[in-house]
């Protein structure tokens, strides 16, 4: 076995050097399936992200100026360092997540592919010659990064939401200032190590850990960092675009999804049964794309439903660490009473639980994979996302009905739907009012394609050529007198 603690770290990183919180305060960080202390992180506030902004922009120009090549050799080996710890790190990612392993591992591969899309990517950032109205005249459009980069991230994927910050910043010059989740802080910390090792510049990748509304209040008011970068929760996303409004940054924002997962009566169901297992209960339901509403025509509902009860009653609950678990703790006990919460809201309004339904007896904060049959509109998950193991699965009748009922709601992140109907497949790219949308696919998130939402999903893209925007300034320049 790898040894998790290689690339563990339990200090800040700031101008190049691991420093603690300046009054020496420390936050405990716990395994959520053994609720072991597995380390100390600083509980930092708003000096020491003052310092880390101060060193990020100190060493912008330079980095900035840096041959393109140059930095891109960076990424490389960045990607070459991610891959070659694979192990020890996703090993960490699980004792300080809960996810089971083969999907730490997993993650850390996608944080790679990500740093390799964007070194190539890099290589296209190009500007525009345009043609002027009148002669003697250039118009010229050019491409410059932001400067420095404040990213705060989620605890659910702690390794790669970073990474698809890290690269496009990184491989058009950016520097960083990053928050990782204090649930889950030392896959981000692991971040600043490797850099470390592959000789990124001081102060080019910084990070702090403690206490996230002084770290994210320093962030939001200094004007020296022109971009903040967020994952998280809808209502710290709107916290920090109102903050963000003093000084004219830049925002990105990927929050909150409350994902339709919609079964048309003529779909290949088995194939919806593999989508929506995946696409449901992969990271124990906590993803902003994981499926939150499952909507069934009601030729094929007790037919799927009766699938779907099979399916999830043979996921394995249980540590992360041990072969064959598929379904790890939740990252809390908040987020296991939420998920509680739910289930006992829609059995009050006439839910039927047809498998789990209740916390496991492992004990801790487990909760057992879930179906619930007969969700109605009026039950809270219809609205909220309920980031656990719990599959509502709605009855409808009509096309129109299905659609109506995905688009109700204030999120506009993912979507999926399953059918053999082209032409059904054309209108529901017309009519889901989504970011995304999954047509006979449960897994869609990938390196090449823009990743996030409408509504009160977010703002910008991550991924794909459109992902490396964010960190760019277009300029324009006019050459007159030709
Ligand atoms: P989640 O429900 O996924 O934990 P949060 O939005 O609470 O979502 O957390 C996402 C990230 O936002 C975490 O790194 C967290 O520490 C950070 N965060 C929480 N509150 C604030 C805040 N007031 N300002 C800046 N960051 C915050």
Known sequence: MADWKNWMREANYIAGAWVGADDGATLDVTN???????????????????????????????????????????????????????????????????????????????????????????????????????????????????????????????????????????????????????????????????????????????????????????????PELRKVTFTGSTNVGKLLIRQSADTVKKVSMELGGNAPFIVFDDADLDRAIDGVMASKFRNSGQ???????????????????????????????????????????????????KVEGFVEDAKAKGATVATGGMRDQLGGTFFQPTVLTGAKADMEFAQEEIFGPVAPVFKFETDQDGIDMANNTRFGLAAYAYTSDLARAMRLDRDLQYGMVGINSGM??????????????????????????????TKYVCIDGL
Request: glycine letters at 12%.
């Open 287 to 337: 993803t902003c794309v994981c499926a939150n509403r499952v909507f069934v025509q009601a030729g094929v509902h007790d037919e799927f439903v009766a699938k779907l009860v099979e399916k999830t009653r043979a996921l394995k609950l249980g540590n992360g660490m041990d072969a064959g678990v598929t379904q790890g703790p939740l990252i809390n006990q908040a987020a296991l009473k």
């Open 444 to 473: 869609i998130t990938t390196v090449e394609a823009p990743f996030g939402g409408v509504k009160e999903s977010g703002l910008g893209k991550e991924g794909g050529s459109q992902g490396v925007e964010d960190y760019l300034d």
């Open 32 to 222: 959520p399936a053994t609720g072991e202390v597995i380390g100390q992180i600083p509980k930092s506030g708003h000096s020491e992200t003052m310092r880390a902004i101060d060193a990020a922009h100190a060493a912008f120009p330079a980095f900035a100026a840096m041959d393109l090549m140059g930095r891109l050799a960076l990424l490389w080996k960045l990607h070459d360092a991610l891959m070659d710890n694979q192990d020890s790190l996703a090993e960490l990612l699980t004792r300080e997540m809960g996810k089971p392993l083969a999907e730490a591992k997993g993650e850390i591969a996608i944080g790679a592919q990500y740093l390799r899309w964007y070194a190539e990517e890099a290589r296209r950032v190009k500007g525009e010659i345009v043609p002027a109205g009148v002669n003697g005249r250039r118009i010229l459009v050019t491409k410059h990064p932001v400067g420095v980069v404040g990213m705060i991230t989620p605890w659910n994927f702690p390794s790669s939401m970073l990474a698809r910050k890290l690269a496009p910043a990184l491989a058009v010059g950016c520097t960083v200032v990053a928050k990782p989740s204090e649930e889950t802080p030392y896959s981000g910390l692991a971040w600043a190590a490797l850099a470390e090792d592959v000789g990124y510049p001081k102060g080019v990748i910084n990070i702090v850990t403690g206490d996230a509304p002084a770290i994210g209040g320093a962030m939001m008011a200094r």
